[in-house]
């Protein structure tokens, strides 16, 4: 009789751990899916900082559409992938300021399809407050920002396009406008350094990036120089001409040949390259091409199919035009099984 109780409260104990454990489960369960916004799921979304303002938008339609949050991260697109490549941060769909970054992450695979998506050009954006804003003009820009009480801004090449491609944009105008303009802005400021042969430039970026002066700030990426140029702490910045059309920014149009956003003159611009961190990474500069890319973490997501098509829906495109962006025919790389990509480049 003993023995009987003893087994039946053995087996009871047992049923008790084991409803409790279940218990546990739905309850983590709850948690986790309420503590997405709105309860509803989430894609990991990484963008260039100066995609922000369309993928914001993004968000908002997307989400109402289709109940699906977007949990993105705006930062420069270099950081982006090394984020991927050294840290193994499981980003879904991935908006880089530059396409050669996203071909790179295909490459090594961690990116399985990928397009050509907007390009940009790169501008000399100032404000009412700059100094001597009511004297620059196309002509003598370069004059302007080389003056000594002159503080100009441009974000890290070690960390964003726009960073390297406004050191492009300064060697490139020294040779076209025949003045020591990269020497005067950059070198007698900074440790970048810059070589020339036989018309061909080779531009090094240290790892350790240092700024020797106050005439140079320097911002891990573009859209951190907003505020400094709001608030009259810089006067100049060198940033893509969709931030300043944004931002409300007053800003110069840079000649065709050096502001990296004509095709026309992309042979011009390959003449330059640069050396990142020190030499680890080499980037040719070329026309400024974005690219969208979805990882092997966003490969079987029904929702980032269903995200990619958005972007190129008729409403996502107008959405681009807005924010300043010339969206391009998309014509997407893909390994394996992902075809409805073609239905998307017939429908463009």
Not at 2 to 22: P, Q
Not at 284 to 300: A, Q, W
Not at 302 to 321: A, N, Q, T
């Amino acid at each position: 009789m003993y023995g009987n109780i003893e087994v039946l409260d053995m087996e009871h104990t047992k049923l008790v751990i084991l409803f409790a454990i279940l218990a546990v489960i739905i309850v983590i369960s709850i948690v986790a899916y309420e503590l997405l916004p709105n309860g509803k799921p989430e894609l990991k979304i990484a963008t260039a900082g100066s995609l922000l303002p369309p993928f914001t938008d993004f968000n908002e339609n997307f989400s109402s559409e289709k109940g699906v949050n977007i949990d993105y991260i705006a930062k420069g697109s270099v950081a982006i992938y090394r984020d991927i490549l050294e840290l193994g941060r499981k980003y879904q769909v991935i908006a880089l300021a530059d396409v050669s970054l996203v071909e790179d992450l295909y490459n090594k695979g961690f990116v399985v399809a990928y397009s050509k998506f907007v390009t940009n050009a790169m501008i000399l954006a100032y404000t009412d407050k700059s100094k001597y804003a009511s004297e620059i003009t196309k002509d003598n820009w370069y004059e302007i920002i080389a003056k000594e009480d002159v503080k100009v801004g441009f974000s890290n090449p070690n960390m964003d396009p726009c960073g390297y491609r406004a050191l492009a944009v300064m060697a490139l105008a020294s040779q076209y406008y025949g003045a020591s303009i990269f020497e005067s802005i950059v070198e007698n400021n900074t440790n970048i350094r810059m070589d020339t042969y036989e018309g061909n430039i080779t531009i090094n970026v240290p790892e350790d990036l240092e700024v020797n002066t106050n005439k140079i700030t320097i911002r891990d990426k573009s859209v951190d120089l907003e505020a400094l140029l709001q608030s009259g702490e810089l006067d100049y910045a060198f940033l893509y001409r969709s931030t300043a059309k944004d931002l409300g920014f007053k800003y110069i149009e840079l000649p065709g040949e050096i502001n990296l956003g004509d095709d026309k003159f992309d042979t011009n611009y390959r003449r330059v390259t640069v050396n990142l961190l020190g030499g680890k990474h080499l980037v040719k500069i070329k026309t400024i091409v974005y690219g969208i890319g979805i990882t092997k973490y966003g490969k079987d997501s029904e929702y980032v199919k269903e995200f990619i098509k958005f972007v190129y829906s008729s409403k996502g495109i107008e959405i681009l035009k807005t924010h300043g962006f010339r969206v391009l025919t998309p014509n997407f790389r893909a390994e394996g099984d992902m075809e409805w990509l073609g239905e998307i480049s017939t429908r463009t």
